[in-house]
DNA sequence: CGGTATATTGATTACAGTCAATAAAAGTGG
DNA sequence: CCACTTTTATTGACTGTAATCAATATACCG
């Protein structure tokens, strides 16, 4: 199924209409990036809205020595900017990570499958405040919780939302990053990253084999980075929009 | 002039139909609180929607053992919550800093101001979008930038926010929180920011006393927090749906 | 004016950064 | 498929930044 349903129905039950119009949306022109290449960069002004098809990417920004911090993961199903009619230019780049498709839809697309679907439209919007608490709660970790508890917060937060979107093989999913990207988004060196994940490994909560990563039991690494669901609102929370069996 | 009022009119000019919408928002309902009150609690439905009118407040997270962060600041003029319609439960808490007065104004008055005047609709998703970035700067500051730059940085976007709702007195500020406060939002001990204050104090980028912060050469402090004015977008960015003179 | 909250200071400890070297893995071309 | 190159991961030694603990000073409040 398109990632993007599988995410939004975690919201909302979706007609099939709504369904056929979301599919629309992810077989716009489609797009392929290869990893490590730009996607958008900072200063760009925004142009089309991007929807993630396959591959992981990612917001960061740079300071002028070279310091990198990523501020967001865009996994199959996410929008890459939903401010195409609202903001001058870009304050941050975007970037893939793996291999990247994406589908670039218009304004015009947009604007028509919104208004004809309001459910897609409250869909949405959820999406976008789902976003801002994933932020939230980045900030919560770069300000107040130690690397290994960063680590594992993260790593749980990658495995929910990629379950959500139907991408986990039993208690794995892939884990594309490098060290160095991961912390870039942990905000500590490559070397302390290295370390920490020793340290995890050692302790038998996660397993890391080439680019997958194993979480043999979730409620136990949930319990050690104080993990706590109720941010990604995945719970069915517009079930009073349902679509009246659709 | 309405705080809120002065802050839209950044990205859009408005009509006096507009202005008049907008005092109908600041003028809904009124409630106080004292300070170090909470607002909300994190598990709480979100029931009304908060304009903050005057003082300051914040949006915060605490952890098991009591580490606490500071995840956001509303000024006046800012709102605390645009997800009623969505989300079924705050994932985190909100508190007021200072003596808050705020408006909390319900869904059909809010519905009715946002579908007469779509100007309006616009400027309050640029409102959500500029928050958004807010967020991804602090990111970046809590990841990457040492703790001198963090507070500079900080103090910069105050007085540029404060600025923006014309609560700036010359190169002044008010600036109401406590250093553990402070030490809440930039992630470090308080003993540690007082530390860092002290510096800042020496260099004479900026002056401390009471509760009053002030800048002598902002241009100064930007360039040693290396500050991008960019990620506020307060550049009149959406000229394009302006009041056709009113 | 006393009492509480906030700010400041010093001494010590712990965590994480840096630098540099080596090992392992992944990608490339013949 | 192998040899070679490049990237990524791992390790050790050393350094530096910030946390912690505890004491004192100052400011704020009724």
Redesign the interface.
Known sequence: MNPLTSKLEHFVRLSSEDKAALDRLASEQMRGFGPHTDIVH??QPPKVLRLMLSGWAC?Y?L??DG???I??LFLPGDFCD??I?????M??SIAAITDVTLAQISAETFNEIAFAQPRIM?AL??E??V???I??????S????DTDERIAHLFCELFIRMRSVGLTSGCSIDLPMTQSELS????VSAVHVNRTLQALRASGLVILKGKTLTIPNLNALMDAA?FNT??L?L?H??AHLDATNG
Chains 1, 2 share one sequence.
């Not at 009619?85 to 230019?89: D, G, H, K, Q, T």
């Open positions: 900072e200063g917001r920004k300071l002028e310091r990198r911090q501020v967001g939903l401010s009619f609202i903001l001058r230019e304050d941050h409250y919007w959820w976008s405040l976003r801002e608490a932020q939230r709660e980045w900030i919560v770069l300000g107040r919780r870039d988004i942990v905000g104080q109720n941010y609102h719970d929370e517009g």
